[in-house]
T-cell receptor, first 115, second 117 residues
Framework: AQSVAQPEDQVNVAEGNPLTVKCTYS??????LFWYVQYPNRGLQFLLK??????LVKGSYGFEAEFNKSQTSFHLKKPSALVSDSALYFC?????????????FGPGTRLSVLP | GAVVSQHPSWVICKSGTSVKIECRSL??????MFWYRQFPKQSLMLMAT?????????EQGVEKDKFLINHASLTLSTLTVTSAHPEDSSFYIC?????????????FGPGTRLTVT
């Protein structure tokens, strides 16, 4: 069974500093990895995904994520955090064959960017 | 493109009544839609998979007679919470998939907050 872990419930960072939100995964076979962001009382917004190719994936709003197969990690990063980045971030692992049944979300990490 | 809408965005109902939530793919055809439930400060939990023209597939522990799902067209799926109780109060999110070759894209609606009093 696929699983996703986000070891930090909360990440605090000062505005302008780099941020990292951690994600590790467990899958059988090739991983298909996603990051989503959720603002209060809103649905999920897609940030980026890794399917194949370069290990460094660039996404929306200046975010990027690095796929590390040996460490089974897919950490989300941004060089300079903004207060508006404060939100709930979900890492997810999917399977193109199984759609939602094999689309598993992590528990989420709340990011607070302090002015 | 690839916008998913939900209606209503929030609803308050009395215990024992039924509530219908709509999920629409606005600019693409979605053969498959998913319904998720999210409790405060928790992740999304998949409730069911909805395929156009067929019965929904429910995840273990989800009561299919309580959460009725109808996927009548390629752009509309509905979730009806029947005989709602306060414990059904939650944030319900739908998503729709659009196949793109080897991978797929899953687009999420903005969610519906249900409060049962």
């Amino acid at each position: 069974a696929q699983s996703v872990a986000q070891p930090e419930d909360q990440v605090n960072v000062a505005e302008g500093n780099p941020l990292t939100v951690k994600c590790t995964y467990s899958v059988s076979g090739n991983p298909y990895l996603f990051w989503y962001v959720q603002y209060p009382n809103r649905g999920l917004q897609f940030l980026l995904k890794y399917i194949t190719g370069d290990n460094l994936v660039k996404g929306s709003y200046g975010f990027e994520a690095e796929f590390n197969k040996s460490q089974t990690s897919f950490h989300l990063k941004k060089p300079s955090a903004l207060v508006s980045d404060s939100a709930l971030y979900f890492c997810a692992v999917g399977d193109p064959r199984g759609y939602g049944q094999n689309f598993v979300f992590g528990p989420g990490t709340r990011l607070s960017v302090l002015p | 493109g690839a916008v998913v809408s939900q209606h209503p965005s929030w609803v308050i109902c009395k215990s024992g009544t039924s509530v219908k939530i709509e999920c629409r793919s606005l600019d693409f055809q979605a053969t498959t839609m998913f319904w998720y439930r999210q409790f405060p400060k928790q992740s999304l939990m998949l409730m069911a998979t909805s395929n156009e023209g067929s019965k929904a597939t429910y995840e273990q522990g989800v009561e299919k007679d309580k959460f009725l799902i109808n996927h009548a067209s390629l752009t509309l799926s509905t979730l009806t919470v029947t005989s709602a109780h306060p414990e059904d109060s939650s944030f319900y999110i739908c998503s729709a998939t659009q196949s793109t070759g080897m991978a797929y894209e899953q687009y999420f609606g903005p969610g519906t907050r249900l409060t049962v009093t």
